[in-house]
């Protein structure tokens, strides 16, 4: 894996490797290599568990569960 392991950034820095790697992961997919693709998906999931991991609790919001996904189409 390339980069510091995900468990030794502080909040900030984690925040900003979310950030940044969400930002490129279009790109990745469209122009990048195997190998790229390949360590940009083992990087984001590094860096989404960790905030996961962190971040039990975080707030979820109503539209993005299923529930709330079967309400806006009955709605329609």
Do not use: C, W, Y
């Not at 940044?20 to 122009?31: A, G, K, M, S």
């Amino acid at each position: 894996m390339t980069g510091v392991e995900p468990s030794r950034l502080d909040d900030q820095q984690l925040m900003k490797e979310l950030e940044t790697i969400h930002r490129t992961r279009h790109d990745t997919l469209l122009h990048g290599s195997v190998d790229a693709l390949r360590a940009h998906n083992v990087r984001m999931a590094s860096l989404e568990g960790e905030f996961l991991r962190r971040n039990p609790e975080r707030m979820v919001a109503a539209g993005r569960t299923r529930e709330g996904a079967r309400e806006r189409s009955a709605g329609n």
